[in-house]
T-cell receptor, first 114, second 114 residues
């Protein structure tokens, strides 16, 4: 049981390039989330999904896209990377949206856009 | 709007002493969950403790306890007998009932002195 895995761990992008951050969970969780963490700050929600085929925007969705074709995978797409997207990206999952249900986090992807 | 406030950017504590990290929250929901996470310098998010809004007793997990004062909307984390390995960033977060997303505070950096 690997939990939540993210690839890559680190990436440097040039301005205007695109990339996909991968997130996979093997816990059969319905709910998946993408957060970003800017230096010295807390995490902010980018997008979330309540099940395969269903996604919705969080607080900071601009410049990102997501898809959820399977229960296991929830990739995050960056189009036309900008320096403001330099951040650490965390994927998380939980079985339900219950307030007592723990969210399991992946190890994060550190992205630098120059 | 829901909000988490952590007013202590940085804290120092002597090894083996107890320390309290402050967290206040704002929500109009009756049902919510409060979480504390630890983020060491390696960057991963580690779940520490959970408190439900309807829980009458304060949560405890080993050396961690949560001082929950509902009327004051505070959920302070108490770490007893601090260890050097407790040096990290600590985040308070609230789970929103509709989406299950976590709303994070800005975090408190704790340094444990030998």
């Amino acid at each position: 049981n690997a939990g939540v895995t993210q690839t890559p761990k680190f990436r440097i992008l040039k301005i205007g390039q695109s990339m996909t951050l991968q997130c996979t969970q093997d816990m059969n969780h319905n709910y998946m989330y993408w957060y970003r963490q800017d230096p010295g700050m807390g995490l902010k929600l980018i997008y979330y999904s309540v099940g395969a085929g269903i996604t919705d925007k969080g607080e900071v969705p601009n410049g990102y896209n997501v898809s959820r074709s399977t229960t296991e995978d929830f990739p995050l797409r960056l189009e036309l990377a900008a320096p403001s997207q330099t951040s650490v990206y965390f994927c998380a999952s939980s079985y339900s949206r219950s307030t007592s249900d723990e969210q399991y986090f992946g190890p994060g992807t550190r992205l630098t856009v120059t | 709007a829901q909000k988490i406030t952590q007013t202590q950017p940085g804290m120092f504590v002597q090894e083996k002493e107890a320390v309290t990290l402050d967290c206040t929250y704002d929500t109009s929901d009756q049902s919510y969950g409060l979480f504390w996470y630890k983020q060491p310098s390696s960057g991963e998010m580690i779940f520490l403790i959970y408190q439900g809004s309807y829980d009458e007793q304060n949560a405890t997990e080993g050396r961690y306890s949560l001082n929950f004062q509902k009327a004051r909307k505070s959920a302070n984390l108490v770490i007893s007998a601090s260890q050097l390995g407790d040096s990290a960033m600590y985040f308070c977060a609230m789970r929103e009932v509709n989406t299950g997303k976590l709303i994070f505070g800005q975090g408190t950096t704790l340094q444990v002195k030998p």
